[in-house]
């Protein structure tokens, strides 16, 4: 296992880990959600998954985040996640274990970002793995408005949101509006068309934030045949550690249908 620092398009400090598999079967990049780390529970079981199965695997710390990237967590947007994406696969690009087509992995913000690469670049992308993803600004307003039909009008009214952290529990998070309204620029159901690649979509029955219903919308918008969708039974948008095991096998054998 190695930790490697990249320099962005901005010139702002990524901290990765890369974990080599021997013999090296394939490539998968894992990106975490809004406000978590490369180091979160859920983003090393995706990644030791991977590995396991013979992937070499690379995680990493968007900027503006809490983890070892540079940047400040107010300032994140889905536009940092995405270009942070691009900018480590173009590192990547430059090492001895750098192999196309790769597979993509990501939770929540991150899920949304592979599967826009993903859409972007589909003849790069051998798999794609989005786990309680985000799929739409829009959507994500949906959800939050199912929840509390007050949080985005209380959000756009004052310009910030501050809400303790899920993962985090001793931290609280502060977006400003101009977060959302960056979010509300992307909308990967457009696209969806493109994702013809072998697609894996999981997700909790009891998510509020990324609802299997928002979910199943992005499974049917993407072409049949090498897709997927397994729904948690009893797991929330973070789920706990008694379902890695599941969520573990779900993605070994997942995998062993590529090859």
């Known amino acids: ?32 959600g809004l406000g978590s780390s490369k180091d979160s529970g859920r983003i090393k079981l995706i990644a030791g998954a991977f590995l396991k199965k013979g992937f070499t695997i690379v995680r990493f710390d968007t900027t503006n985040t809490y983890g070892e990237s540079d940047g400040k967590y107010e300032e994140s947007t889905f536009t940092n996640y995405y270009e942070d994406l691009e900018d480590v696969i173009e590192w990547a690009r430059t090492q001895p274990w750098f192999q196309e087509p790769f597979a ?6 991150g899920g949304k970002a592979v599967t826009l690469y993903a859409e972007r ?36 009214d004052s310009g910030w949101k501050e809400e ?30 493109k994702l013809t690649m ?12 990324t609802p299997p219903d928002h979910v199943r919308q992005l499974y049917e918008a993407i072409p049949d045949g090498k897709k997927e969708m397994r729904v948690l ?15 573990e096998q779900t993605i070994f054998k997942w995998i062993d249908t590529l090859f």
Do not use: C
Not at 173 to 181: G, I, N, Q, V
Not at 235 to 244: N, W
């Open 1 to 32: 296992m190695e930790k490697v620092f990249i320099k962005n398009r901005k010139g702002q400090r990524i901290a990765a880990i890369v974990e080599d598999a021997t013999p090296q079967k394939g490539l998968a990049f894992v990106s975490h």
């Open 164 to 193: 303790n952290s899920s993962t985090f529990p001793d931290r609280v998070y502060r977006l400003p509006w101009a977060h959302m309204e960056d979010d509300l620029k992307y909308d990967t159901l457009k696209e969806a068309r």
């Open 198 to 209: 072998p697609v894996l979509l999981i997700v909790g029955d009891r998510d509020g934030r």
């Open 104 to 109: 993509l992995a990501g939770v929540s913000f």
């Open 233 to 247: 039974e009893g797991a929330e948008h973070v789920f706990k550690e008694d379902l890695f095991p599941i969520v």
């Open 121 to 156: 670049h589909p003849e790069r992308v051998l798999a794609l793995v989005p786990i309680a993803t985000g799929i739409s600004g829009t959507l994500r307003i949906e959800a939050s408005n199912r929840r509390d039909p007050n949080r985005i009008q209380r959000w756009k």
